[in-house]
């Protein structure tokens, strides 16, 4: 017997664009409920498209994630700009993220290297934007303590661009109008049967998930002294005849000085990297995780093609 499809059903694609480190995997997590983008005190730590899955009424909004979007020096930052526009184009709905406060700071005495670029980051955005024709959906994060004046004057120039149909004022930090984006969100869905399971969270291989967790774990671990040179690459995931899973990974860094900055004094660090790791992989897999690391030395990491088909990325771009 086939299943009657729900008539009331509606199912379709958000995009989340923006700056690096203007909220958006906050705001993704946030509007799925659950860990599905990893979120770090560094700036550009989402290297692909997630699709987190947000249930709103009948409407499920699946939510890509996008890498920031910035003017790429690098093959990997081609890879990561394409992958975000593609991403937009690709949506039903298309919600621009901006950092109010940095963006603010930017036009003051007091804004700093990283306010001036994330607000030229945002002018390219825009600028790409007029030239597509694309109509977006406005969300000012990063509200907290800012004044309502100061808002609606940054709201109202932004909307002098005309790319934005209608702009929102969050907090995805905390949760302030996310509610209210999360309704118009699933107003944007068309018609049809849902995509995924009501119960499922993410649509993310669970090698990739597993690698995005410990790389997270790594950059909250030596923040400071490890720049963008790092990744993670999921060698081997293996189910084990008693429910649990192993898994081994390698971390790879791009110089011989940053290999003991992951191995740390004894091995700590990496001790420490695994265990937070192994501890968040075992409660999002519902099982006993048994997790091996090993640090590598690859100059040329960022020139991997297996590292890119990993996480979807065109190599080529």
């Known amino acids: 017997m086939t299943e009657t499809p729900n008539p009331a059903q509606r199912a379709g694609f958000a995009a989340i664009i923006g700056a690096p480190n203007a909220g958006k995997s906050t705001l993704v997590n946030r509007l799925t409920g659950s860990k599905v983008s990893i979120v770090t ?3 550009q730590t989402t290297r692909f498209p997630v699709r987190g899955i947000a249930m709103e009424g009948d409407a499920q909004i699946i939510l890509v994630d996008t ?3 910035f003017t790429p020096r690098r093959r990997l930052d081609r890879a990561m700009v394409a992958s975000a526009w593609g991403g937009a184009e690709d949506a039903d709905i298309v919600v621009h993220l901006i950092d109010a406060q940095s963006h603010i700071n930017a036009e003051g ?13 945002t002018e390219t955005i825009i600028a790409n ?8 959906v406005l969300a000012l994060n990063k509200i907290d303590g800012m004044r309502r004046d100061t808002l609606l004057a940054l709201s109202q120039k932004l909307f002098e661009s005309g790319v934005y149909e209608e702009v929102y004022m969050i907090s995805a930090a905390n949760g302030d109008g996310v509610d209210d984006l999360k309704q118009r969100l699933a107003r944007s869905m068309p018609e049809g ?3 995924y399971p009501e119960d499922q969270a993410a649509d993310v291989p669970v090698r990739v998930l597993a690698a995005e967790i410990t790389r997270e774990k790594v950059y909250l671990r030596v923040h400071e002294e490890l720049p963008y040179s790092a990744a993670v690459e999921t060698t081997s995931f293996e189910d084990r005849a008693d429910g649990s899973a192993r898994i081994e990974q390698t971390i790879y860094v791009e110089r011989e000085s940053q290999r ?3 191995l740390g004094k004894g091995g700590q660090t990496l001790k420490w990297i695994g265990q ?5 992989l075992n409660e999002i897999l519902g099982r006993q995780v048994h997790l091996f690391l090993t640090v590598k030395v690859d100059p040329k990491w960022q020139d991997s093609r297996a590292l890119y ?8 771009v």
């Not at 937070?276 to 968040?280: F, L, S, V």
């Not at 088909?309 to 080529?316: I, V, Y």
């Open 41 to 43: 005190q560094k700036v």
């Open 67 to 69: 890498p920031g979007i």
């Open 109 to 121: 005495r007091d804004g700093t290297a990283a306010d001036r670029r994330s607000a030229e980051d």
């Open 129 to 136: 934007l007029q030239a597509t024709g694309t109509k977006v």
């Open 193 to 195: 049967p849902w995509l």
């Open 260 to 262: 003991p900055i992951v």
């Open 276 to 280: 937070k790791a192994r501890e968040e």
């Open 309 to 316: 088909a990993q996480f979807g990325l065109d190599f080529d």
